[in-house]
């Protein structure tokens, strides 16, 4: 079988492939949309198999996922938040921290779900194939998996929203998580009343999405490869592919 063939054979169709990048266009961080309404157990399981597919070092998938439904836990995490929101606050210069208090930030007691994502470093060994110099790539792994399952639940009409302004120890305390698991993610997780066609902290003025092509370097950091035609073609075509984001479409 020649190359072209072989390339047909493992390609996605049109439509696979728009609705992959469609998700990851139109994916948002979900703090205030969220409705009451319950997710499915074969939603949830669609998700959750999403994110248990994601790629790991060693293949040691050393994830786990704590789901909470449970309204008094998810108004003690609401707890910390408050508390941890606070001080972040307080960080601050007098300009920001009038935005930053006017932001909504979780929506830990809207959605119906709240999901911990954890990483057991443990789980492979002492010793695991690509973690043996890079010893962070278990906590990478695991934000694979974070990615996966919110890229799924995009494309089941569910929000998701990463709230990391929270104690670490204090989490790990009230959910009863070992010490020697870390976690890495708490998500709210829910259906919702819309998705923002931009992201709230950019609509809220607090950044703007940087241009892709201000961050694409060539064989060295800060290379523009030295001005050849087919540095200068990507780049036009990444500026072009840019601008399509802007109606919610890669392709």
Request: with cysteine.
């Amino acid at each position: 079988m020649d190359s072209q063939s072989l390339r047909a054979e493992n390609d996605f169709s049109d439509q696979q492939r728009a609705g992959l990048y469609h998700a990851i266009v139109n994916r948002r961080d979900v703090r205030g949309q969220f409705v009451p309404d319950p997710i499915p157990d074969a939603v949830l399981a669609r998700v959750l198999t999403a994110a248990h597919f994601a790629p790991s070092v060693g293949f040691m998938q050393p994830w786990s996922f704590l789901i909470l439904t449970d309204p008094a836990v998810k108004a003690r995490v609401h707890e910390d938040f408050t508390a941890a929101n606070a001080e972040a606050a307080a960080m601050f210069d007098d300009e920001r921290q009038a935005i930053y208090r006017r932001l909504k930030l979780e929506g830990i007691r809207e959605a119906p779900i709240n999901l911990c994502i954890t990483c057991d470093r443990d789980r492979a060994g002492p010793v695991v194939l690509g973690r043996t110099h890079m010893p962070a790539m278990d906590i990478y792994s695991t934000v694979c998996a974070v990615q996966n399952l919110w890229l799924a639940a995009r494309a089941e009409g569910l929000g998701v929203g990463w709230v990391s302004i929270l104690h670490p120890d204090r989490l790990r305390d009230l959910l009863g998580i070992p010490e020697k698991i870390v976690p890495v993610a708490y998500l709210c997780l829910g259906y919702v009343s819309q998705f923002n066609t931009r992201p709230d902290l950019e609509k809220a003025g607090w950044r703007e999405r940087l241009p892709l092509e201000g961050l694409v370097h060539f064989d060295r950091w800060g290379g523009d490869g030295d001005g050849s035609a087919a540095a200068a073609s990507l780049l036009e075509a990444v500026r072009q592919t840019m601008e399509r984001t802007r109606d919610g479409s890669i392709t």
